[in-house]
């Protein structure tokens, strides 16, 4: 099998190759018996050095990295669209470019899929003890896991990870539409709609601060909610 790590990336100049060589040095040898992976970037119209420093990676990794530019800022899931588009796995995992998730995790997100009827798997902050950013950060993320449990019929602890990974052909079915942070609730009710479990692994987060770079806020979270109940009464899942 293969893994896709998809990186949407957006003004991370400072911490993108960190994250590059932290996914390279995962080792899933022994995951799922082996499986091999591949890196896609979409540099989301960044205005620092991003495009550079990604220029280089590519040169340094030609056969594991793909790079992609949008000319213009787009958001997270105008970038994961647009890597959709290029990757050759079997499973997709999101990475975000922020060093808040660590790559060692993999081999136990990765896991649950030697069962083929395992479709999607999310990686949960709050299944063992983690730092938090600020108490309004966590709850936020609380309160939107639980208006997915309740619209849904679900029981996920950490609706608004940022790992999450989908067998590629799923994934793609999915016809995507968001643009920004909406990309996981669409994603979440999507599934959701269509009977499909999402099964939870505990993961490590060291999250950072809005000073650090931190993008999202409360109105994602406003999106969130209004997404999760929008996918809920549509007609088609």
Known sequence: MKLSAVIPVYNE??????????VLAVSLDHTLGGID???????????????SVLNALAARWPRQLKIVHHEENRGK????????EHVTGDLVITQDADLE??????????????????QVVYGSRNLHKNPR??????????LVSWIANFLYGAH???????????????????D????????????TGKVLRRGIEIHEVPISYQPRSFAEGKKIDWHDGLDAIWTLLEY????SP
């Open 101 to 118: 998730y660590d790559p060692q995790d993999y081999p136990a997100l990765l896991a649950p899929f030697k069962d083929p009827a395992v």
């Open 133 to 142: 950013s600020t108490w309004s950060f966590y709850w936020g993320g609380r």
């Open 37 to 51: 992976k591949e890196i896609v970037i979409v540099n989301d119209g960044s205005t620092d050095e991003t495009a």
């Open 156 to 174: 996920l602890t950490d609706e608004a990870t940022g790992y999450k990974v989908f067998r590629t052909d799923l994934l793609r079915s999915l």
């Open 13 to 22: 100049a400072t911490t993108i190759t960190q994250v590059v060589e932290q």
């Open 232 to 235: 809920r009464v549509r007609r």
């Open 176 to 187: 995507l539409e968001s643009t920004r942070f909406e990309f996981c609730p669409e994603a």
């Open 77 to 84: 899931g105008a970038a994961i669209r647009t890597a959709l």
